[in-house]
Each structure stands twice: as C-alpha cells, then as structure tokens.
C-alpha cells in the first residue's frame, strides 16, 4: 500500500473518531458531557477541511451534528438552511458565480494597461498591471486571473527583455498574489467575504452592515496595494528600466460583446441594490420594504430579475451556464458552520465562559496596541501553513467567545481577523496562488521569493493593523 493512501485513510479514521468518539471523552471539570461531542465534531470537521478540503467534511459534519445530543436532525438542518442569511449567501454566491461566467479580465487589463499615463512610466505601468489582476479578480475567479496574468507577464518579460530570477520578476510575482489575495475580500460576495461574514455572524449573532464593509474593506485593501508598489520603489527597487518603452496592445478579445456590456451593467445594478439598504435613511418608506425582504430575499429578487431579462431571446443569467462555476464546498462549510459555531459559543456547553475567563484576564493584562498585536499576529502567521479560510474560521469562533473582555469596536476586530487570516503569501502551502507563484522555478527565485514575501508579509501586517484600528473608528 502507497504512503499516500496510508495517510488518506489515516485522516479518514481521524475524522470519523472525532465524529463518532468525542462524547466519550471526560470533559474538562465545569463543562457537560455534550462539550466534548459538539467540540469533536467541530475539530473533525476542522480536520477534514485542512486534509480534503471544505466539501463533504462540511456535509458529515453537519449530518454529525444533527445526530448528536445537542439537538435533533430537523433542528441542525432548520438552523443550516432555514435562514435568510443562508439564502443571502445562497444568492451572493449565484451573483458571484455570474460574475466569473461574464468573463471581463481581458477588458480590465486592457483598459488600465493602455492608459496614456503609462507611457515612459515603469512603476505607473507596475502599479496598474497590479491594481489591474485586483479589479479582474474582483469580477472574476482568482486562480483563474493569476494563471492569466502569469502568462501576460511571461509575454512582457520577452517583449521587454526583463530577465528570469531577478528582482523585477520576484516583484512582480508579489504584487500579483497581493491583488489576488485583496480581491477575496474587498466586496461581500466573494468566497473570503462570505466565509467572514458568515463565521462571525454566527458565533457573535451580529449582523454585517454590507455597504459599512466595503466602505471598510475597500480603502484598505487598495492602499495594501498601493503601499506595495510604494514598498518596491523605495525599498526594494527593482530595475524597471526596461518598461519605459513598453507599450500594451489592445487585443481584439478583450473588446466587450453585446452580452458581457449587459453583464457588466447587471453586476453593477445588482450590487448597488444588495447596498441599497444600508444607504438609504431609516424614515424613508421604501425601508419598511426592505426590512421585510431582509437580505435573503433582496438576493433572491436581484438574482430573479437577472434570470428575467433576456438578451437576444436568452436569459442574461443562465443557471445552467453558471451551474460550473457555484462554489458548493463554500456553501456547505457556511451551512455546516452556521449551527455549529452557534452551539460553540452558546451558554449551553460552557466553552464560551470558560475561554472567555482566561481570555478576559490575559486581555484585560495587556494594552491596546499588544492585544491589537495578538489579534493579528498569529492568523497571519499560521495562515501561511494551513487553509485560510479554516484559519479564518477558528480565528473568528474564538474572538466569538472573548470579544465582550477586548475594548476594541468589534467590527474592527473583525477587519483585523479576516486581513491576519488571508496573508498567507511567504510560504508556498498557504493558498493555491502561493503555491502557483512558488512553482515558477524557471523564472523566479525560490529563496528571493521567500525572503522577499517574508518582508512585504511583515509590513502588510503591521500596516493592516493601523489602518484597520485608525480607519476602522471613522468608519465605525
């Protein structure tokens, strides 16, 4: 038998002990017996997901549960699926799904790339081919942009004559899993978004302010970006002389159809009217509408109406063309968290007070800026050598159980978790782009890509927690 298929049915036998035997294990003095069970179903799953990914984990975990003590099946099911925030997200995720099927990352980097302000301007050339990959991975799927861009670059190392393992290439591989990482959480319909919202909706039972998080999000993440670029010119500097007489063409297939001009429009509709509640003032009627809707059915509605138009005799948003591109594993892990992370940090089980009595003293012994520190600090770390959304998760279901002993606003401390969790950038098993980037021996430098992403990883860290605490107590 191969060592591989050893260690698979070893993680199949973890997974399944933690399921079936964990209510047999003494709890700690002062928990239930039910703590363990619950708590073994969690670090299965949690298992599974870091093994074998968010898919069926998620589903046995949920099917674990629902036979559980805790509660009965039709309980853990209504409580998975029985929601408007499921729905929303259930919708989000189809919005998200046509988004990536429009296919508008060719259009995005022509439009920046052959802007007249890059003519004899490396970095403004530099600083758009980045924010380029960012904006096309927001409308798109980012494995997917990175791969594109990856061969873009290739095309303008010999356009250009940049040579393979040098700074320039390590730079520019940087910036790319900067845009790709930023762009997972810049809006909330994308899969690092929805993994967030969701996790700490659950475990805090507060609901997300949609248009306060991209007003939070957005700004930090483009200045991410843009402290990136100003990192390269001052710091790391790059030779990007060769980019001076660059000059990008215009491709005839990034030239937008009659179908993707009336995809690109829907995008925008529908995204400004999943917003709209959180604009508009509470003394407006039309609010007494929506507070009936909720969120699940303004989803729902925003995804009717773009099923409902028709583009030369064709549905503008067809779910079966869609159908391949809908993250199920993201929808099953977010139905399987929801109750879940609910009966974690309930009062039920006793794990919620006795973390929240260590975790008061500890964060009641220290300051802001080194609580700040730790909220940060070790996400980021860990998130470079596990799943980010599985450190994620955990990030946000502890923070659930002690967020009453830190004196920082919640909502900041959200932003904190979810930007420690998400980069992972330094170490090739943090993310798929990671993994990717490393993969380039033939142009880039192993160990000058290490030491480099280590660096910009360390500034990014410490920027996110400034500007997450500065900016977040405007926003907030």
């Not at 139905?335 to 006793?350: H, K, R």
């Not at 380039?440 to 990883?457: A, D, N």
Request: charged share 10%; net charge positive; aromatic share 14%.
């Amino acid at each position: 038998m191969k060592s591989a298929t050893i260690v698979t049915y070893l993680n199949y036998t973890i997974i399944f002990c933690c399921f079936l035997f964990s209510k047999y294990i003494p709890p700690p003095a002062g928990l239930p017996p039910i703590s363990m069970e619950v708590l073994g179903i969690f670090v299965g799953t949690l298992w599974g997901w870091i093994t074998f990914g968010m898919g069926w984990p998620s589903i046995l975990g949920l099917l674990a549960f629902g036979m559980s003590d805790y509660c009965s099946m039709n309980s853990a099911l209504s409580t998975a699926f029985g929601t408007q925030l499921i729905i929303m997200i259930l919708a989000l995720l189809l919005l998200a799904s046509f988004v990536e099927q429009a296919n508008l990352t060719d259009f995005v980097l022509d439009l920046l790339m052959s802007r007249k302000s890059c003519k004899g301007r490396p970095f403004v050339i530099f600083y758009y081919f980045i924010m380029a990959g960012y904006i096309a991975a927001i409308l798109s799927f980012g494995n997917a942009v990175f791969i594109i861009f990856l061969g873009f670059f290739k095309a303008m190392m010999n356009k250009t004559g940049i040579k393979p393992h040098t700074k320039t290439v390590t730079c520019f591989f940087i910036g790319l899993m900067l845009a790709m990482l930023m762009s997972e959480l810049s809006l909330p319909f994308k899969s690092t978004g929805l993994y967030s919202i969701g996790a700490y909706e659950a475990v805090t039972g507060q609901q997300v302010n949609l248009m306060k998080y991209v007003i939070f999000m957005l700004p930090i993440c483009v200045s991410i970006l843009t402290l990136y670029v100003l990192l390269c010119k001052y710091i790391f500097k790059p030779d990007l002389s060769m980019l001076s007489n660059f000059s990008h063409e215009i491709r005839e297939t990034s030239r937008l159809n009659k179908r993707q001009k009336y995809s690109f429009v829907g995008i925008l509709i529908g995204m400004f009217c999943l917003l709209l509640p959180s604009i508009i003032p509470a003394s407006w009627h039309i609010k007494e509408t929506f507070n009936e809707l909720g969120g699940g059915g303004l989803a729902l509605m925003v995804i009717g109406i773009l099923m409902a138009v028709q583009v030369d005799g064709k549905p503008l948003m067809d779910i079966r063309k869609i159908g391949q591109f809908f993250p199920w594993a993201i929808f099953f892990c977010l139905a399987f968290l929801f109750p879940v992370a609910g009966a974690i940090s309930s009062d039920t089980l006793g794990l919620k007070q006795m973390i929240l009595a260590d975790g008061e003293a500890f964060f009641r012994s220290i300051s802001t800026i080194m609580a700040v520190v730790c909220l940060i600090a070790l996400p980021a770390f860990f998130t470079n050598f596990m799943n980010n959304a599985v450190i994620g998760i955990t990030a946000l279901t502890i923070y659930g159980s002690i967020s009453g002993s830190i004196e920082i606003n919640p909502n900041i401390v959200f932003g904190m978790i979810v930007f420690a969790a998400n980069l992972g950038m330094f170490f090739p098993a943090a993310n798929p782009i990671a993994t990717m980037a490393f993969a380039e021996r033939e142009i880039v430098g192993f160990r000058q890509l290490l030491v480099y992403s280590f660096i910009t990883w360390a500034i990014m860290c410490i920027w996110s927690g400034i500007i997450c605490y500065m900016y977040g107590s405007i926003v907030y």
